[in-house]
């Protein structure tokens, strides 16, 4: 079935939005698609991403426009930025902190000291910092803020 057959034109949704109510499992629910969540603040990012025709938020170095200021700002991160994060280890620069510390993680500490994988199959691994499972996907974000041997560590929360 087509969007506008199921949930009606988009072109009905603007910029403002009607107050969110959550549902009886409170829980919010997004009457255009499937989407649900317990966060309000989650459903309305969802809202304007998702189902906002309005792009207010426009790049001043291209024709690009968003949603949301938050995506004009990873846009102009990504596509714009000069990359001027230096690894404190080695002479790669990156355009932010965050895929630097991810580099430093990924090639100048010892993985086998930073975190254990389970003998079984699991999407999940082990700090071995702070003895929490986080997604194997994830973990070294977390890593680089509670390992010791790690520049930016930082007492777990």
């Known amino acids: 079935m087509e969007f506008i057959q199921k949930y009606g034109p988009q072109e009905q ?7 969110p109510k959550k549902n009886s499992d409170n829980v919010f629910e997004c009457h255009y698609c499937d989407y649900k969540t317990k966060l309000q603040s989650t459903f309305n990012m969802h809202l304007a991403i998702k189902h906002c025709d309005s792009r207010p938020h426009e790049c001043k170095n291209c024709d690009a426009s968003f949603s949301t200021s938050t995506l004009l700002r990873q846009h102009v991160s990504s596509h ?29 500490m010892k993985r086998e000291d930073l ?3 389970p003998p079984y199959k699991t999407t999940n691994a082990f700090c071995k910092s702070c003895e929490t499972m986080y997604p194997k ?21």
Request: with cysteine; hydrophobic share 35%; aromatic share 10%.
């Open 115 to 117: 975190i254990e994988v």
């Open 13 to 19: 949704v603007s910029r403002k939005f009607p107050k």
């Open 137 to 157: 996907n994830s973990i070294m974000y977390h890593v680089i803020k509670c390992n010791p041997a790690s520049p930016w560590c930082a007492p777990c929360s």
């Open 80 to 108: 714009h930025k000069v990359a001027d994060v230096k690894c404190p280890d080695c002479t790669s620069v990156f355009k932010t902190k965050a895929i630097m510390q991810t580099h430093y993680a990924r090639f100048h």
